[in-house]
């Protein structure tokens, strides 16, 4: 079956970091660009952070760069985001989410709340 | 950052009738436009990309049409299922990869 499953979310105060996890599975990561794109509560959208087919190229939307870090384990099958210094505004779903260029295979999503 | 305005905020509509929701980009994706449906508690559901093509399973009663940067989802006859939030999103100039706000369709 192919599927996303993201784990690694929770509740941790403001100032700690967090690994979020993603285990992709029916397909191989290493033949697909893969994203991280979060939702706040009652908001839209927000893209994360992109990984490519290769592990080559990654890069952040502005606003987290520095901050939060994507990477992959092709040998595992497995997409993750370490994120470092939360800040309550970092509140969110975090998705997974398969796409080279549209966004075709999305995970169920982790909660991530920060907060003291 | 090219910025993606939905049209409108929300829109009501009773089943069985058509209902269209606009997009712009704030300057031209060319073609690389997709829809995405989101329902309460679930995961976003690529609709359509390429401006117009179907995803695998969507029905024939979702479409999309536009280029450059007006774009349109039509759903020709709404099922209870259909009434949902949906975002489009650019891939054509990135990062970042933008979505619009959003278009929440309601029942009327």
């Known amino acids: 079956q192919v599927q996303l499953v993201e784990s690694g979310g929770g509740v941790v105060p403001p100032g700690r970091s967090l690994r979020l996890s993603c285990a992709a599975s029916?397909?191989?990561?290493?033949?697909?660009?893969m994203h991280w794109v979060r939702q706040a509560p009652g908001e839209g959208l927000e893209w994360v952070a992109v990984?490519?087919?290769?592990?080559?190229?990654?890069d952040y939307t502005d606003s987290l760069r520095g901050r939060f870090t994507i990477s992959k384990d092709t040998s595992m099958n497995m997409l993750y985001l370490q994120m470092n210094s939360l800040r309550p505004e970092d509140t969110a779903v975090y998705y997974c989410?398969?796409?080279?260029?549209?966004?075709?295979?999305w995970g169920q999503g982790t909660l991530l709340t920060v907060s003291s | 950052e090219i910025v993606m305005t939905q049209s409108p905020d929300t829109l009501s509509v009773s089943p069985g009738e058509r209902a269209t929701l606009s997009c712009r980009a704030s300057?031209?994706?060319?073609?690389?436009l997709a829809w995405y449906q989101q329902k309460p508690g679930q995961a976003p559901r690529l609709l359509i990309y390429?401006?117009?093509t179907r995803a695998t399973g969507i029905p024939a009663r979702f479409s999309g049409g536009g280029s450059g940067t007006e774009f349109t989802l039509t759903i020709s006859s709404l099922q209870s299922e259909d009434f949902a939030i949906y975002y489009c999103?650019?891939?054509?100039?990135?990062?970042?990869?933008?979505f619009g706000q959003g278009t929440k369709l309601d029942i009327k």
């Open positions: 990984i490519s087919y290769d592990g080559e190229y990654k």
């Open positions: 300057q031209s994706v060319g073609s690389d």
């Open positions: 390429g401006a117009s």
């Open positions: 989410v398969r796409g080279s260029k549209e966004f075709d295979l």
């Open positions: 029916g397909f191989n990561i290493r033949s697909f660009g």
């Open positions: 999103q650019q891939y054509n100039n990135w990062p970042p990869f933008t």
